[in-house]
């Protein structure tokens, strides 16, 4: 059973940088797409980064592409879990959202919420100016 446990989060002062991390149990399969989302109260889960088994990269417009704010990263942590982490910069008020990390099986690997299926509980994060 795939299990997604994500750690960090909270109140963060605008302009500094915030790290999530996201637990994922080894999914049994070759192509493993990894990826981070946020979501606000009425709006669509808005897809920010992607990294797939070979460890390919793909943010999302939202995200402003590899000039952007946000990192993802991710690394092996034991025989059974991988490490997943976002890393945000500069945070900015409007970086207020609920945070989740996803994963997905296959070769397709961008960060469009609707592909996923396995996900992580979420965690608040709040940006003040």
């Known amino acids: 059973q795939v299990h997604l446990v994500q750690s960090g989060g909270g109140s963060v002062q605008a302009g500094t940088s915030l790290t999530l991390s996201c637990a994922v149990s080894?999914?049994?399969?070759?192509?493993?797409?990894l990826g981070w989302f946020r979501q606000t109260p009425g709006k669509r889960r808005e897809g920010l980064a992607t990294i797939d088994h070979d460890g390919d990269i793909k943010y999302s417009d939202s995200a402003n592409g590899r000039a952007g704010r946000f990192t993802i990263s991710q690394a092996d942590a034991g025989n059974t879990l991988s490490l997943l982490t976002l890393q945000v910069d500069n945070v900015k008020p409007e970086d207020t959202s609920r945070y989740f990390c996803?994963?997905?099986?296959?070769?397709?690997?961008?960060?469009?919420?609707?592909?996923?299926?396995?996900w992580g509980q979420g965690a608040q994060v709040n940006i003040s100016s």
């Open positions: 080894k999914i049994p399969a070759d192509t493993v797409c």
């Open positions: 996803g994963a997905r099986v296959g070769l397709w690997c961008r960060p469009d919420a609707e592909k996923f299926i396995y």
